[in-house]
């Protein structure tokens, strides 16, 4: 990362929030020295993480950036390799495991614009939402309290986007049956969203062949 990179981020970090300008110029930065290495990725990952009040228009910066990063669109379909799962997950485990919305929503959308994407980023993030639904606590939950499990809505349409493809193609694969069966055992009783049985009756189903 250049010397003006990292001075600008530590300036934005400095307060728990990042202005307009100063996002401005990390875009100006970003796109005039072209494609991002590992190095830079790693020091938005954790710019990221400094950010009490992160805006929409940080997640939108924060999740283009990193996805143009990870995903190789040299081919027709983007593709995400298995080495490039294994930094993503590898360097938000160094920071404590996955922890923030941008960084979900970024999962998220790597997963939505792959044809095949490695089963270990779809496990990752399933179970941050498996975690949140199970706890009370998480990406999901802010200010998140501990009481009997339940899944939002918010949640409920993140899984959907994890597990479908557009117009409710099924795009999951292994760990879909499994995990639904989980959270559905979990919940049972409680104070779910409507959009949670909907999902479940969603048609097509799922054909799981492993598990995470």
């Known amino acids: ?9 530590r300036a934005t970090a400095a307060d728990g929030e990042i202005s307009a300008p100063h996002l401005l110029a990390l875009r100006q930065l970003e796109w005039d020295a072209g494609r991002i290495g590992r190095n830079e990725a790693r020091e938005i990952l954790a710019l990221n993480r400094t950010l009490s009040r992160p805006s ?3 997640t939108d ?6 996805s143009a990063h990870l995903l190789d669109s040299s081919d027709p379909h983007d593709r995400c390799s298995e080495e490039a799962a294994r930094w993503l997950t590898g360097a938000l485990d160094a920071l404590g495991g996955l ?10 959308r790597i997963i939505e614009r792959t044809e095949r994407v490695p089963e270990t980023l779809r496990c990752y993030a399933l179970a941050a939402i498996e975690t949140a639904v199970l706890t009370g606590t998480g990406p999901t939950r802010v200010g998140g309290r501990r009481g009997a499990p339940r899944i939002t809505g918010a949640e409920c349409r993140l899984v959907r986007r994890i597990l479908f493809a557009d117009q409710g193609q099924v795009h999951a694969g292994p760990p879909a049956e499994e995990f639904l ?6 919940t049972r009783g409680g104070d779910n969203s409507p959009e949670w049985r909907a999902l479940l009756d969603a048609p097509g189903g799922v054909s799981p062949s492993t598990s995470c």
């Open 61 to 66: 910066f924060f999740v283009e950036t990193l």
């Open 181 to 186: 069966s989980r959270i559905d055992g979990a």
């Open 56 to 58: 929409g228009e940080w």
């Open 99 to 108: 922890a923030t919305m941008a960084e979900l929503e970024l999962l998220v």
């Open 1 to 9: 990362m250049t010397i003006q990179f990292a001075d600008i981020a």
